[in-house]
């Protein structure tokens, strides 16, 4: 029988479909944790092990863990303590942690709710592609209030994801992100010798500078929960538009940006000659006098998503904010 769309071949056993290891990092996050992990329970893949990393919650958080833990049934269910070191330490230790094997790995928030075929679809797409490229699938969401309530999509982005967007822009949630095991030991390598400011943005820039391949799905996959408590905030109001523009020429931009670049000079050696010659040109860009920052920052091949986007960075450049 072939598969459907999205769908590993559904004659396979639970013991043959390939095992994705779902990345939780959590955080006092009882209050909508069921929600994220009944949808885990009920996604169409059948082989999900998942590791939490609990980062020193105070709440309920570890005993709905542990409820879930004794009655999970595809696969192991495993809580681990975190560093305590803010989110993206976190995450960061879900990476290196190499007890963690799997065929896929999935980031995960406590707080979200996964469709059903957010796994499948993403799996599918990597494995007709061979497990020797590294991989990664992310999408877009919709994005809930806390009640439930659909309050739209996230931007539809139409450029194709590259080093070239990477490098200035995190196109997609880690919440969307699932990626191979190829691509998980590149990002092993990367990790151990440096943080990140954010995993979902390293990860993309990562793996598109090594010569990985990354597939953005218009496709609504995850609904992503804002609440009071969001340790990153939705990305598709008016006013978190403005705050875009307001980080970019107010410094925070450039700081991130630095951070950035300071993990990719230490991993040169993973990034392709293209990705090289391209952070090259971008580094450049942020040094000398006016004329010669737009120049290089033009022969880089940075950009964001959008003309309106990528004109601001410009600007940025030419008032020495990049």
């Known amino acids: 029988m072939l598969a459907k769309h999205g769908e590993v071949n559904p004659d396979l056993t639970s013991a043959q479909a390939p095992l994705v290891a779902v990345l939780l990092g959590t955080k006092d996050g009882a209050e909508f944790l069921d929600d994220q992990l009944n949808s885990i329970a009920a996604q169409e893949h059948k082989r999900i092990d998942v590791w939490v990393s609990d980062d020193g919650s105070s709440d309920s958080t570890l005993q709905v863990l542990d409820g879930w833990k004794s009655k999970w049934r595809k696969g192991r269910f495993e809580i681990l303590p975190g560093p305590c070191r803010g989110f993206a330490e976190n995450y960061r230790s879900l990476i290196l942690n190499e007890d963690i094997k799997a065929d896929y790995f999935a980031y995960c928030d406590q707080d979200d709710i996964w469709e059903p075929n957010r ?170 006098n006016m004329i010669q920052r737009v120049k290089r920052l033009r ?11 990528t004109f601001a960075m410009t600007l940025a450049a030419i008032l020495g904010k990049l």
Not at 171 to 181: D, E, R, W
Not at 266 to 274: A, I, K
Not at 299 to 309: L, M
Request: with cysteine; net charge positive.
């Open 119 to 288: 796994l499948s679809v993403g799996v599918c797409h990597m494995a007709v592609r061979g497990a020797g490229l590294p991989q990664m699938f992310c999408s877009r969401t919709l994005t809930i209030a806390a009640d439930g309530r659909v309050l739209g999509a996230s931007p539809l982005f139409r450029r194709p994801p590259s080093f070239g967007n990477a490098l200035v822009q995190s196109i997609a949630g880690a919440n969307t992100m699932v990626f191979n095991k190829s691509a998980r030991d590149v990002l092993i390598k990367a990790s151990r010798r440096i943080s990140f400011v954010s995993h979902d943005w390293w990860t993309y820039m990562i793996l598109s500078g090594a010569g990985g391949s990354v597939h953005y799905t218009p496709e609504p996959l995850v609904r992503y929960r804002q609440h009071a408590h969001n340790a990153v905030g939705q990305n598709r109001s008016m006013m978190a538009r403005i705050d875009r523009f307001k980080r970019l020429f107010s410094g925070a931009f450039f700081d991130w940006t630095t951070a950035n670049l300071h993990g990719l000079a230490v991993n040169r050696d993973l990034l392709t000659p293209e990705a090289l010659a391209s952070l090259e040109q971008f580094s450049n860009a942020r040094k000398g």
């Open 299 to 309: 022969a880089s091949g940075v950009h964001r998503q959008s003309r309106t986007h």
